[in-house]
Protein backbone atom coordinates (compact mmCIF):
# COMPACT_ATOMS: atom_id res chain seq x y z
CA UNK A 1 0.00 0.00 0.00
CA UNK A 2 2.46 2.28 1.00
CA UNK A 3 4.71 1.77 -2.26
CA UNK A 4 1.34 2.74 -4.21
CA UNK A 5 1.26 5.89 -2.41
CA UNK A 6 4.67 6.92 -2.89
CA UNK A 7 4.25 5.85 -7.08
CA UNK A 8 1.60 7.87 -7.34
CA UNK A 9 2.99 10.68 -4.98
CA UNK A 10 5.99 10.58 -7.54
CA UNK A 11 3.67 10.45 -10.91
CA UNK A 12 1.59 13.65 -9.39
CA UNK A 13 4.75 15.42 -8.91
CA UNK A 14 6.02 14.83 -11.96
CA UNK A 15 2.66 16.36 -13.57
CA UNK A 16 3.13 19.22 -11.48
CA UNK A 17 7.06 19.73 -12.97
CA UNK A 18 6.16 18.80 -16.38
CA UNK A 19 3.20 21.23 -16.08
CA UNK A 20 5.03 24.18 -14.68
CA UNK A 21 7.75 23.43 -17.47
CA UNK A 22 4.92 23.61 -19.81
CA UNK A 23 3.33 26.75 -18.20
CA UNK A 24 6.86 28.51 -18.14
CA UNK A 25 7.52 28.00 -21.86
CA UNK A 26 4.62 28.75 -23.56
CA UNK A 27 4.08 32.04 -21.04
CA UNK A 28 7.45 32.94 -22.31
CA UNK A 29 6.78 32.32 -25.81
CA UNK A 30 3.53 34.68 -26.07
CA UNK A 31 5.53 37.33 -24.29
CA UNK A 32 8.13 37.24 -26.98
CA UNK A 33 5.26 37.01 -29.60
CA UNK A 34 3.94 40.01 -28.27
CA UNK A 35 7.09 41.82 -27.86
CA UNK A 36 8.45 40.75 -30.85
CA UNK A 37 4.61 42.11 -33.22
CA UNK A 38 5.85 45.22 -31.48
CA UNK A 39 8.53 45.27 -33.41
CA UNK A 40 7.27 43.95 -36.58
CA UNK A 41 5.09 46.89 -36.69
CA UNK A 42 7.36 49.70 -36.05
CA UNK A 43 10.41 48.37 -38.65
CA UNK A 44 6.74 48.46 -41.02
CA UNK A 45 6.81 51.66 -41.01
CA UNK A 46 10.67 52.78 -40.76
CA UNK A 47 11.48 52.85 -44.36
CA UNK A 48 8.02 55.69 -44.84
CA UNK A 49 9.32 59.47 -44.67
CA UNK A 50 7.38 62.61 -44.20
CA UNK A 51 7.29 65.79 -45.97
CA UNK A 52 5.16 68.83 -45.75
CA UNK A 53 4.79 71.71 -48.11
CA UNK A 54 2.99 74.50 -49.09
CA UNK A 55 2.39 75.98 -52.60
CA UNK A 56 -0.79 77.29 -52.75
CA UNK A 57 -4.03 75.78 -53.93
CA UNK A 58 -3.84 72.29 -52.03
CA UNK A 59 -5.39 70.41 -54.52
CA UNK A 60 -2.60 71.44 -57.04
CA UNK A 61 0.17 70.19 -54.72
CA UNK A 62 -1.66 66.76 -54.13
CA UNK A 63 -1.85 66.36 -57.80
CA UNK A 64 2.26 67.02 -58.12
CA UNK A 65 3.38 65.11 -55.43
CA UNK A 66 1.10 62.14 -56.24
CA UNK A 67 2.21 61.64 -59.61
CA UNK A 68 5.74 60.64 -58.34
CA UNK A 69 7.21 57.48 -57.85
CA UNK A 70 7.77 56.44 -54.65
CA UNK A 71 5.44 58.38 -53.01
CA UNK A 72 2.94 56.78 -50.97
CA UNK A 73 0.59 58.92 -49.97
CA UNK A 74 -0.38 62.56 -50.27
CA UNK A 75 -2.98 64.14 -47.80
CA UNK A 76 -4.32 67.82 -47.72
CA UNK A 77 -4.65 69.99 -45.22
CA UNK A 78 -3.80 73.16 -42.90
CA UNK A 79 -0.47 74.15 -40.94
CA UNK A 80 1.33 76.81 -39.06
CA UNK A 81 -1.44 78.31 -37.43
CA UNK A 82 -2.85 78.65 -34.20
CA UNK A 83 -6.39 77.59 -33.88
CA UNK A 84 -7.15 73.95 -33.53
CA UNK A 85 -8.56 71.89 -36.18
CA UNK A 86 -9.58 74.49 -38.40
CA UNK A 87 -11.97 74.30 -41.37
CA UNK A 88 -11.43 75.52 -45.18
CA UNK A 89 -13.29 78.15 -44.63
CA UNK A 90 -11.63 79.45 -41.59
CA UNK A 91 -8.24 78.83 -43.10
CA UNK A 92 -9.32 80.77 -46.03
CA UNK A 93 -10.63 83.50 -44.38
CA UNK A 94 -6.96 84.50 -43.17
CA UNK A 95 -7.96 84.69 -39.29
CA UNK A 96 -6.09 81.41 -38.31
CA UNK A 97 -2.87 81.95 -39.66
CA UNK A 98 -2.95 78.46 -41.19
CA UNK A 99 -1.40 77.83 -44.97
CA UNK A 100 -2.84 75.41 -47.05
CA UNK A 101 -0.35 72.70 -47.05
CA UNK A 102 0.47 68.70 -48.38
CA UNK A 103 1.88 66.50 -46.14
CA UNK A 104 4.12 63.94 -48.47
CA UNK A 105 4.21 60.27 -47.24
CA UNK A 106 7.10 58.70 -49.38
CA UNK A 107 9.39 56.03 -49.47
CA UNK A 108 13.09 57.19 -49.39
CA UNK A 109 13.97 53.88 -51.24
CA UNK A 110 12.52 55.13 -54.32
CA UNK A 111 12.15 58.86 -54.35
CA UNK A 112 14.95 61.41 -52.18
CA UNK A 113 13.50 64.14 -49.87
CA UNK A 114 16.00 66.31 -52.69
CA UNK A 115 13.77 64.91 -55.47
CA UNK A 116 10.42 66.16 -53.57
CA UNK A 117 12.02 70.00 -52.89
CA UNK A 118 12.97 69.79 -56.91
CA UNK A 119 9.21 69.05 -57.53
CA UNK A 120 8.04 71.34 -55.13
CA UNK A 121 10.09 74.11 -56.75
CA UNK A 122 8.25 73.01 -60.17
CA UNK A 123 5.27 74.04 -58.84
CA UNK A 124 5.27 77.42 -57.20
CA UNK A 125 6.48 81.03 -58.03
CA UNK A 126 8.87 81.32 -55.33
CA UNK A 127 9.21 85.34 -55.65
CA UNK A 128 5.35 85.94 -54.63
CA UNK A 129 5.31 86.51 -51.43
CA UNK A 130 1.60 87.17 -51.48
CA UNK A 131 0.33 84.29 -52.07
CA UNK A 132 0.27 81.68 -55.36
CA UNK A 133 -1.32 82.55 -58.97
CA UNK A 134 -4.90 83.38 -58.71
CA UNK A 135 -4.93 82.26 -54.49
CA UNK A 136 -4.35 85.24 -52.96
CA UNK A 137 -3.67 86.09 -49.01
CA UNK A 138 -1.55 84.15 -46.11
CA UNK A 139 -3.12 81.10 -46.92
CA UNK A 140 -2.07 80.80 -50.50
CA UNK A 141 1.99 81.89 -49.59
CA UNK A 142 4.68 79.48 -50.53
CA UNK A 143 6.49 77.28 -47.58
CA UNK A 144 8.79 74.36 -46.88
CA UNK A 145 8.35 72.54 -43.22
CA UNK A 146 10.70 70.40 -42.29
CA UNK A 147 10.31 67.53 -39.82
CA UNK A 148 14.03 66.96 -38.71
CA UNK A 149 17.47 68.42 -38.78
CA UNK A 150 18.59 66.81 -42.31
CA UNK A 151 15.36 68.12 -44.26
CA UNK A 152 16.10 71.39 -42.82
CA UNK A 153 19.90 71.51 -44.25
CA UNK A 154 18.61 70.26 -47.35
CA UNK A 155 15.72 72.57 -47.79
CA UNK A 156 17.98 75.63 -47.31
CA UNK A 157 20.74 74.33 -49.70
CA UNK A 158 17.79 74.13 -52.45
CA UNK A 159 16.87 77.81 -51.56
CA UNK A 160 20.66 78.71 -52.31
CA UNK A 161 20.64 76.17 -55.29
CA UNK A 162 17.81 77.70 -56.96
CA UNK A 163 18.78 81.21 -56.23
CA UNK A 164 22.46 80.67 -57.66
CA UNK A 165 20.69 78.92 -60.93
CA UNK A 166 19.26 82.48 -61.67
CA UNK A 167 15.97 81.14 -63.28
CA UNK A 168 14.11 83.98 -61.40
CA UNK A 169 15.01 87.33 -61.40
CA UNK A 170 13.38 88.31 -57.97
CA UNK A 171 14.41 87.29 -54.48
CA UNK A 172 12.89 83.93 -53.19
CA UNK A 173 10.55 84.44 -50.53
CA UNK A 174 9.24 80.65 -49.60
CA UNK A 175 9.26 80.12 -46.17
CA UNK A 176 11.19 77.48 -44.30
CA UNK A 177 10.47 76.82 -41.25
CA UNK A 178 9.83 73.77 -38.38
CA UNK A 179 6.70 72.07 -38.93
CA UNK A 180 3.99 72.33 -36.82
CA UNK A 181 0.02 70.33 -36.42
CA UNK A 182 -0.67 69.66 -39.48
CA UNK A 183 -4.71 69.25 -39.63
CA UNK A 184 -6.26 66.87 -42.18
CA UNK A 185 -8.60 68.99 -44.98
CA UNK A 186 -12.17 67.70 -45.00
CA UNK A 187 -12.68 64.48 -46.99
CA UNK A 188 -13.75 66.79 -50.16
CA UNK A 189 -10.92 68.40 -50.11
CA UNK A 190 -8.95 65.26 -50.40
CA UNK A 191 -7.74 64.13 -54.02
CA UNK A 192 -10.07 66.64 -55.61
CA UNK A 193 -8.01 66.49 -58.80
CA UNK A 194 -10.03 63.06 -59.17
CA UNK A 195 -13.71 63.74 -57.86
CA UNK A 196 -14.10 66.77 -59.63
CA UNK A 197 -11.91 67.03 -62.73
CA UNK A 198 -14.06 69.62 -64.48
CA UNK A 199 -14.21 72.10 -61.57
CA UNK A 200 -10.95 71.23 -61.32
CA UNK A 201 -9.31 71.66 -65.00
CA UNK A 202 -10.95 75.04 -65.25
CA UNK A 203 -9.43 76.59 -61.59
CA UNK A 204 -5.59 75.73 -62.98
CA UNK A 205 -6.62 76.95 -66.75
CA UNK A 206 -7.70 80.48 -64.73
CA UNK A 207 -5.28 80.40 -62.28
CA UNK A 208 -2.33 80.91 -65.02
CA UNK A 209 -0.23 78.45 -63.16
CA UNK A 210 1.23 76.01 -66.13
CA UNK A 211 1.71 78.83 -68.30
CA UNK A 212 4.35 80.39 -65.60
CA UNK A 213 5.64 77.66 -64.68
CA UNK A 214 6.41 76.78 -68.74
CA UNK A 215 8.64 79.50 -69.28
CA UNK A 216 10.36 79.51 -66.47
CA UNK A 217 11.64 75.49 -66.43
CA UNK A 218 10.69 75.08 -70.10
CA UNK A 219 11.79 71.07 -70.79
CA UNK A 220 13.47 70.39 -66.92
CA UNK A 221 9.60 70.95 -65.73
CA UNK A 222 9.20 67.45 -65.10
CA UNK A 223 11.66 65.51 -62.53
CA UNK A 224 13.45 62.72 -62.94
CA UNK A 225 13.21 60.19 -59.84
CA UNK A 226 16.71 58.72 -60.26
CA UNK A 227 17.05 58.05 -56.48
CA UNK A 228 18.34 54.52 -56.60
CA UNK A 229 19.20 53.75 -53.33
CA UNK A 230 18.32 50.31 -52.76
CA UNK A 231 15.49 48.97 -51.57
CA UNK A 232 14.60 46.10 -49.09
CA UNK A 233 14.30 43.22 -51.94
CA UNK A 234 17.42 44.39 -53.55
CA UNK A 235 19.05 44.35 -50.17
CA UNK A 236 17.44 40.68 -49.71
CA UNK A 237 18.67 39.60 -53.06
CA UNK A 238 22.23 41.30 -51.79
CA UNK A 239 22.79 38.76 -48.84
CA UNK A 240 21.47 35.86 -50.50
CA UNK A 241 24.01 36.56 -53.37
CA UNK A 242 27.07 34.20 -51.65
CA UNK A 243 28.27 30.75 -51.91
CA UNK A 244 27.41 29.27 -48.50
CA UNK A 245 29.25 26.22 -48.70
CA UNK A 246 32.64 28.17 -49.89
CA UNK A 247 32.30 30.85 -47.20
CA UNK A 248 31.93 27.79 -44.40
CA UNK A 249 35.05 26.51 -45.52
CA UNK A 250 36.45 30.27 -44.17
CA UNK A 251 34.62 29.60 -40.27
CA UNK A 252 36.68 28.72 -37.30
CA UNK A 253 35.65 25.58 -35.40
CA UNK A 254 33.59 27.87 -33.28
CA UNK A 255 31.92 29.76 -35.74
CA UNK A 256 31.45 26.65 -37.16
CA UNK A 257 29.40 24.80 -34.36
CA UNK A 258 27.63 27.97 -33.45
CA UNK A 259 26.07 28.75 -36.38
CA UNK A 260 25.94 25.11 -38.27
CA UNK A 261 25.12 22.50 -35.11
CA UNK A 262 23.42 25.28 -32.72
CA UNK A 263 26.37 25.25 -30.23
CA UNK A 264 26.31 27.37 -28.22
CA UNK A 265 29.93 29.57 -26.95
CA UNK A 266 31.06 29.83 -23.52
CA UNK A 267 30.16 32.91 -21.35
CA UNK A 268 32.76 35.59 -20.45
CA UNK A 269 35.30 34.49 -22.81
CA UNK A 270 33.77 35.57 -26.05
CA UNK A 271 34.70 38.34 -28.80
CA UNK A 272 32.06 40.65 -28.23
CA UNK A 273 30.29 40.60 -25.09
CA UNK A 274 31.78 43.23 -23.56
CA UNK A 275 32.24 45.46 -26.51
CA UNK A 276 31.41 48.84 -26.24
CA UNK A 277 32.17 50.33 -29.24
CA UNK A 278 29.82 51.76 -32.04
CA UNK A 279 29.00 50.03 -35.09
CA UNK A 280 26.47 47.13 -36.13
CA UNK A 281 26.58 43.27 -36.15
CA UNK A 282 26.59 40.96 -39.11
CA UNK A 283 25.87 37.74 -39.81
CA UNK A 284 29.70 35.83 -40.21
CA UNK A 285 28.42 34.12 -43.22
CA UNK A 286 26.52 36.08 -45.02
CA UNK A 287 27.10 39.50 -44.18
CA UNK A 288 23.07 40.69 -43.52
CA UNK A 289 22.71 43.43 -41.05
CA UNK A 290 21.74 41.73 -37.66
CA UNK A 291 21.93 44.42 -34.32
CA UNK A 292 23.25 47.51 -33.91
CA UNK A 293 25.28 48.43 -30.60
CA UNK A 294 22.89 51.47 -29.88
CA UNK A 295 20.69 48.16 -28.75
CA UNK A 296 22.82 46.48 -26.72
CA UNK A 297 23.20 46.09 -22.84
CA UNK A 298 24.97 44.21 -20.44
CA UNK A 299 22.60 41.62 -19.39
CA UNK A 300 24.95 39.87 -16.77
CA UNK A 301 24.88 36.55 -18.63
CA UNK A 302 28.51 36.82 -20.45
CA UNK A 303 26.85 36.79 -23.87
CA UNK A 304 26.18 40.10 -26.66
CA UNK A 305 22.45 41.07 -25.77
CA UNK A 306 20.45 43.34 -27.84
CA UNK A 307 17.12 44.87 -27.13
CA UNK A 308 16.02 43.78 -30.86
CA UNK A 309 17.86 43.43 -34.19
CA UNK A 310 18.70 46.46 -36.25
CA UNK A 311 16.19 45.49 -39.13
CA UNK A 312 13.31 43.08 -38.01
CA UNK A 313 13.74 41.57 -41.72
CA UNK A 314 16.52 39.69 -41.03
CA UNK A 315 16.57 37.96 -37.81
CA UNK A 316 13.88 34.93 -37.87
CA UNK A 317 12.89 33.79 -34.82
CA UNK A 318 11.91 29.87 -34.28
CA UNK A 319 10.26 27.80 -31.52
CA UNK A 320 12.16 24.51 -30.86
CA UNK A 321 10.38 22.31 -27.97
CA UNK A 322 12.31 19.43 -25.81
CA UNK A 323 11.11 17.00 -23.16
CA UNK A 324 11.09 18.94 -20.49
CA UNK A 325 11.79 22.34 -21.82
CA UNK A 326 11.52 24.85 -24.72
CA UNK A 327 12.87 27.98 -26.34
CA UNK A 328 12.86 30.70 -29.17
CA UNK A 329 16.22 30.59 -30.98
CA UNK A 330 17.09 33.05 -33.29
CA UNK A 331 18.24 32.44 -36.90
CA UNK A 332 19.73 34.48 -39.64
CA UNK A 333 17.01 35.27 -42.49
CA UNK A 334 19.23 34.04 -46.05
CA UNK A 335 22.67 32.10 -44.24
CA UNK A 336 19.77 30.30 -41.80
CA UNK A 337 22.56 30.59 -39.13
CA UNK A 338 22.09 29.97 -35.39
CA UNK A 339 22.50 33.15 -33.53
CA UNK A 340 21.25 32.33 -29.97
CA UNK A 341 18.49 32.75 -27.93
CA UNK A 342 15.28 35.01 -26.98
CA UNK A 343 13.81 35.73 -23.81
CA UNK A 344 11.16 37.91 -22.35
CA UNK A 345 13.90 39.19 -19.52
CA UNK A 346 14.91 41.85 -21.24
CA UNK A 347 14.61 45.83 -20.72
CA UNK A 348 11.26 47.03 -19.55
CA UNK A 349 10.91 49.28 -22.84
CA UNK A 350 11.03 45.96 -25.34
CA UNK A 351 11.07 43.43 -23.06
CA UNK A 352 13.16 41.26 -24.90
CA UNK A 353 16.56 39.78 -24.44
CA UNK A 354 18.26 38.67 -27.57
CA UNK A 355 20.99 36.25 -26.28
CA UNK A 356 23.81 36.20 -29.48
CA UNK A 357 27.14 34.40 -29.80
CA UNK A 358 29.59 36.30 -30.85
CA UNK A 359 31.00 33.62 -32.76
CA UNK A 360 27.86 33.75 -34.96
CA UNK A 361 28.27 38.02 -35.93
CA UNK A 362 31.09 39.74 -37.20
CA UNK A 363 31.39 43.95 -36.05
CA UNK A 364 31.48 46.57 -38.24
CA UNK A 365 32.95 49.81 -36.33
CA UNK A 366 31.07 53.09 -37.46
CA UNK A 367 33.74 54.25 -38.79
CA UNK A 368 33.95 51.10 -41.83
CA UNK A 369 30.45 51.15 -42.32
CA UNK A 370 30.86 53.15 -45.88
CA UNK A 371 33.32 51.44 -46.93
CA UNK A 372 32.14 48.07 -46.03
CA UNK A 373 29.18 48.69 -47.59
CA UNK A 374 26.49 49.26 -44.42
CA UNK A 375 26.40 53.59 -45.39
CA UNK A 376 22.36 53.19 -44.75
CA UNK A 377 23.25 52.60 -40.89
CA UNK A 378 25.24 56.30 -40.60
CA UNK A 379 22.11 57.37 -39.51
CA UNK A 380 22.27 55.46 -36.16
CA UNK A 381 25.40 57.17 -35.36
CA UNK A 382 24.17 60.53 -36.09
CA UNK A 383 23.82 63.13 -33.24
Request: proline letters at 3%; charged letters at 25%; a negative charge.
Amino acid sequence: MKLKISALFLIASALVVLAGFSFYGSNQQAEIAKAQNTLTSENSNSYTGTAIFAGGCFWHMEEAFEMLKGVESVYTGYTGGHVKNPTFNEVGSGATGHFEAVEVHYDPNVVSYDELLQTFWRNIDPTDASGQFGDRGTPYESGIFFTNNEQKEAAEASVKELEGSKRFEKPIVTKIDAATTFYKAESEHQNYYEKSPLSYQMSELLSGRDEFLDDAWGKEREVEISYKKATNSDKQATYNDFNKEEKLKTLTKLQFNVTQNDIDETPFKNEYWDNEADGIYVDIVSGEPLFSSKDKFDSGTGWPSFTKPIDGGYVVLKEESGFLSSRTTARSLNADSYLGEVFSDGPKTIGLRYCINSAALKFIPKDKLEESGYDDYLKLFKK
